[in-house]
């Protein structure tokens, strides 16, 4: 015990016991239980009563211990008042080793929850794969593991999102209901290879919601996804460390927010790569990523979320935007595109392409393209080769286009811009 | 737990004939399915149906002791159909899952639903 703390200590222990510790000890009573759910709601309970108690008693000296020894017996509470219905969690809680009696707020909880390197790890591996089983709808295969591997609150998903809380706690409940009616397990799986992409997709969807996202919103107030994506990604190499994308998707999201802060200007106006201050780039973070990349490559299984870190590596590691080796970021995206097969993809690869070769050859091949006149960046980035390219006025069509197209009230700004330097 | 595996398919897709090899390779890709499922312990039940051509819709009344109506015709009209089905038993989703990716025929659409409650089982 470390005395009596001040309310605004106590809050920061919590959170960081909720974010840092409460998917372990939800994994591993989940296991145990064989019930998420249960384990899920055990551990609601036992943040809950942290929140009460901590104030008075003070932060143990183990909180991660203290959670898992509280949330085991609010588990077992539970099970005691389970109707007939529940026959089969009651069952499991005769596996549960006897309650380590009952704790005198003096006692120490170290043991109870393994350190890194132990079996939870495996644990936490199956919580992850079940939340983002593909049996699960995708928004909420995103909630339960920000949920129950991130630990963050309905509330801060739901701000997070832009979504009313009800309906993000409503999507909760659905999920468990399925993953228990439907029997999703929590086990590893042959497929191993498969269900790990499966995560890194809802891992950078949770990326790219942030990262696209900054600037258009109160960030006093929501959670950071962008650090979370890093958070869990990270979290993800350490339980599955033979996998190279996910070091790949780590070193993109790496690169990526090496630049976070010069991505838009004071006003929140999006600000393009070769306009960007590089001085302010993240230098550590870039060095950071180089390195997990450099480990990602040296297993030799490339795979698309390396190639795009190879190419936001090409990027970050530019001194100035006119050093930036085009040529190899075009064939890297040519690569890309063999691979994905996304017009997305092709769409990037033809601006590499202008940017190797001219705005022309660039729209030669941007003008190939089919399935993305909805997408308002394929409009502004052929208006930006037609700028380059001597024809303004089809460049205004394309960024009016891309303009009606846009979502983002950022990306709007820019393009209004665009359209009104044309000459 | 069990699980029913819906098999919804074309039922126009071009089909071997019977008598000919092609068949005679399809259907041991059955058999050796269904024997598969016996040796694992999965097999609950399993049926290859008719066409949709055969099928009557028997709706009933909305009151009690109403008269049903009878009327021609699958359930719903859709470019797959509902071709057969299996009733298994498995540990979980994923082996349910794994399962049914198993079944020998391509391009189908194979809805796995929980049971909820099976009067026959013990």
């Given at each position: 015990?470390?005395?009596r703390?001040?309310?605004?200590?106590?809050?920061?222990?919590?959170t960081?016991?909720?974010r840092?510790?409460?998917g372990?000890?939800?994994?591993?009573?989940?296991?145990?239980?064989?019930d998420?759910?249960?384990?899920?709601?055990?551990?609601?309970?036992?943040?809950?009563?942290?929140?009460?108690?901590?104030?008075?008693?003070?932060?143990?000296?183990?909180?991660?211990?203290?959670?898992?020894?509280?949330?085991?017996?609010?588990?077992?509470d539970?099970?005691?008042?389970?109707?007939?219905?529940?026959?089969?969690?009651?069952?499991?809680?005769?596996?549960?080793?006897?309650?380590?009696?009952?704790?005198?707020?003096?006692?120490?909880?170290?043991?109870?929850?393994?350190?890194?390197?132990?079996?939870?790890?495996?644990?936490?591996?199956?919580l992850?794969?079940?939340?983002?089983?593909?049996?699960?709808?995708?928004?909420?295969?995103?909630?339960?593991?920000?949920r129950?591997?991130?630990?963050?609150?309905?509330?801060?998903?739901?701000?997070?999102?832009?979504?009313?809380?009800?309906?993000?706690?409503?999507?909760?409940?659905?999920?468990?209901?399925?993953?228990?009616?439907?029997?999703?397990?929590?086990?590893?799986?042959?497929?191993?290879?498969?269900?790990?992409?499966?995560?890194?997709?809802?891992?950078?969807?949770?990326?790219n919601?942030?990262?696209?996202?900054?600037?258009?919103?109160?960030?006093?107030?929501?959670?950071?996804?962008?650090?979370?994506?890093?958070?869990?990604?990270?979290?993800?190499?350490?339980?599955?460390?033979?996998?190279?994308?996910?070091?790949g998707?780590?070193?993109?999201?790496?690169?990526?927010?090496?630049?976070?802060?010069?991505?838009t200007?004071?006003?929140?106006?999006?600000?393009l790569?070769?306009?960007?201050?590089?001085?302010?780039?993240?230098?550590?973070?870039?060095?950071?990523?180089?390195?997990?990349?450099?480990?990602?490559?040296?297993?030799?299984?490339?795979?698309?979320?390396?190639?795009?870190?190879?190419i936001?590596?090409?990027?970050?590691?530019?001194?100035?935007?006119g050093?930036?080796?085009?040529?190899?970021?075009?064939?890297?995206?040519?690569?890309?595109?063999s691979?994905?097969?996304?017009?997305?993809?092709?769409?990037?690869?033809?601006?590499?392409?202008?940017?190797?070769?001219?705005?022309?050859?660039?729209?030669?091949?941007?003008?190939?393209?089919?399935?993305?006149?909805?997408?308002?960046?394929f409009?502004?980035?052929?208006?930006?080769?037609?700028?380059?390219?001597?024809?303004?006025?089809?460049?205004?069509?394309?960024?009016?286009?891309?303009?009606?197209?846009?979502?983002?009230?950022?990306?709007?700004?820019?393009?209004?811009?665009?359209?009104?330097?044309?000459? | 737990?069990?699980?029913?595996?819906?098999?919804?398919?074309?039922?126009?897709?071009?089909?071997?004939?019977?008598g000919?090899?092609?068949?005679?390779?399809?259907?041991?890709?059955?058999?050796?399915?269904?024997?598969?499922?016996?040796?694992?312990g999965?097999?609950?039940?399993?049926?290859?149906?008719?066409?949709?051509?055969?099928a009557?819709?028997?709706?009933?009344?909305?009151?009690?002791g109403?008269?049903?109506?009878?009327?021609?015709?699958p359930y719903?009209?859709?470019?797959?159909?509902?071709?057969?089905?299996?009733?298994?038993?498995?540990?979980?989703?994923?082996e349910?899952?794994?399962?049914?990716?198993?079944?020998?025929?391509?391009?189908?659409?194979?809805?796995?639903?929980p049971?909820?409650?099976?009067?026959?089982?013990?």
């Amino acid at each position: 015990m470390s005395g009596r703390e001040s309310d605004a200590d106590v809050a920061m222990a919590l959170t960081r016991v909720a974010r840092e510790e409460s998917g372990r000890v939800r994994a591993l009573l989940a296991r145990r239980l064989g019930d998420v759910d249960l384990a899920d709601e055990s551990v609601q309970d036992a943040l809950l009563e942290a929140a009460r108690t901590w104030t008075s008693n003070g932060v143990p000296s183990n909180p991660a211990g203290w959670l898992m020894h509280v949330a085991k017996r609010r588990a077992i509470d539970r099970q005691r008042r389970a109707t007939s219905a529940q026959r089969n969690a009651v069952e499991a809680a005769r596996t549960l080793p006897s309650d380590d009696g009952e704790a005198s707020d003096g006692r120490s909880y170290d043991g109870l929850v393994p350190d890194e390197g132990d079996p939870v790890g495996d644990e936490q591996l199956r919580l992850v794969l079940l939340c983002c089983h593909p049996a699960l709808d995708l928004d909420a295969q995103v909630v339960l593991t920000l949920r129950l591997v991130g630990g963050l609150t309905t509330t801060e998903i739901a701000s997070a999102f832009l979504v009313p809380e009800a309906t993000l706690a409503q999507r909760i409940v659905r999920a468990k209901r399925k993953i228990r009616d439907a029997g999703i397990p929590l086990s590893l799986p042959r497929d191993l290879g498969a269900r790990i992409d499966a995560v890194l997709a809802v891992l950078y969807l949770v990326f790219n919601e942030g990262y696209l996202a900054r600037g258009d919103r109160d960030e006093a107030v929501r959670v950071d996804l962008v650090n979370e994506a890093v958070r869990l990604t990270s979290l993800l190499a350490e339980l599955a460390p033979d996998h190279a994308e996910v070091d790949g998707l780590l070193a993109l999201e790496l690169f990526h927010r090496s630049r976070l802060a010069t991505r838009t200007d004071i006003l929140g106006d999006l600000v393009l790569l070769d306009r960007q201050d590089r001085s302010r780039w993240d230098l550590v973070a870039i060095l950071d990523a180089n390195r997990v990349l450099q480990r990602a490559m040296q297993r030799m299984r490339p795979g698309p979320y390396q190639l795009q870190a190879i190419i936001a590596g090409h990027h970050a590691n530019a001194r100035t935007a006119g050093d930036t080796d085009w040529p190899a970021i075009a064939s890297l995206y040519r690569q890309l595109v063999s691979m994905t097969a996304s017009p997305v993809v092709q769409l990037n690869h033809a601006i590499a392409v202008a940017m190797a070769d001219g705005p022309n050859a660039g729209l030669a091949m941007i003008d190939d393209l089919t399935g993305l006149d909805r997408y308002h960046l394929f409009h502004a980035a052929r208006g930006e080769l037609l700028d380059r390219a001597g024809h303004p006025e089809e460049a205004r069509q394309a960024f009016e286009t891309a303009r009606s197209l846009a979502e983002h009230p950022a990306e709007r700004r820019h393009l209004d811009r665009r359209s009104a330097e044309l000459t | 737990m069990d699980y029913m595996i819906l098999i919804h398919s074309d039922e126009n897709a071009d089909a071997p004939a019977p008598g000919t090899p092609e068949f005679e390779a399809m259907m041991g890709e059955w058999f050796a399915y269904n024997q598969r499922l016996i040796d694992g312990g999965h097999w609950i039940g399993g049926a290859s149906l008719m066409p949709t051509a055969t099928a009557t819709i028997v709706r009933t009344a909305t009151i009690a002791g109403g008269t049903p109506t009878i009327t021609d015709g699958p359930y719903a009209e859709s470019k797959e159909q509902l071709g057969g089905f299996y009733l298994i038993s498995a540990s979980d989703l994923d082996e349910a899952i794994q399962l049914a990716s198993a079944i020998p025929v391509p391009g189908a659409a194979l809805e796995v639903r929980p049971v909820a409650f099976r009067p026959d089982a013990g």
